[in-house]
């Protein structure tokens, strides 16, 4: 009788990895290296690039920040201020809006840690911190990943500051910052 390896219940899996047998079954082979837990956010939950204006009319905001800018549309019929940014008033329906700067400093209104169950592609920076900000003289709050100390040193009210930095691929994104920490992951 042939030998044959137990169903795994996916048939091809082993035909489909042709491992060198005395590489597959060698006892004394160093463990496979690992990379990194990545400490920072550097990826990005999202299917495609949102800065494209061939996809989105909010590019602009994407494109402020890598200027170093936190933007947002404001109406110019109402005055209403939007976030997140917005292609059409919420208000009034109309798309006669303008390109503002916002406030880069806040404080923190409510925070979290994740400690599991990260978004795709966030596994390997657990645990992280994060928070919706109040920012000074905005008439909103922006949920944001926290950085610069960790869960069990923050109060509620902490200075944070906004700062972006960049993601893998290349893109740049932001998040918020506990006020005279270091600016390292
Ligand atoms: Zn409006």
């Given at each position: 009788m042939t030998p044959s390896l137990p169903s795994s219940g996916s048939p091809g899996v082993g035909a489909a990895s042709p491992v060198p047998r005395g590489e597959a079954l060698s006892s004394?082979?160093?463990?496979?290296?690992?990379?990194?837990?990545?400490?920072s956010p550097?990826?990005?939950?999202?299917?495609?690039?949102?800065?494209?204006?061939?996809w989105t009319r909010i590019a602009p905001f994407f494109q402020?920040?890598?200027?170093?800018?936190?933007?947002?549309?404001?109406?110019?019929?109402?005055?209403?201020?939007h976030w997140p940014p917005a292609v059409a008033c919420p208000k009034c329906h109309r798309e006669e809006l303008v390109w503002v700067d916002l406030p880069r400093d806040g404080s923190l209104y409510a925070f979290s840690e994740v400690r599991g169950g990260a978004p795709l592609g966030m596994e390997g920076g657990v645990p992280f911190v994060v928070g919706l900000v109040e920012l000074t003289g905005a008439p909103f709050r922006l949920f944001s990943r926290i950085v610069g100390r960790a869960y069990a040193g923050l109060t509620l009210g902490e200075p944070v500051r906004f700062e972006t930095f960049p993601v893998r691929d290349g893109r740049v994104f932001y998040r918020f910052r506990v006020v005279d920490t270091p600016a390292s992951p």
């Open positions: 004394d082979r160093p463990p496979r290296r690992e990379d990194p837990p990545d400490p550097l990826t990005l939950l999202d299917f495609y690039p949102p800065q494209d204006p061939r402020a920040l890598k200027d170093g800018r936190l933007t947002t549309t404001r109406c110019s019929r109402d005055g209403s201020l």
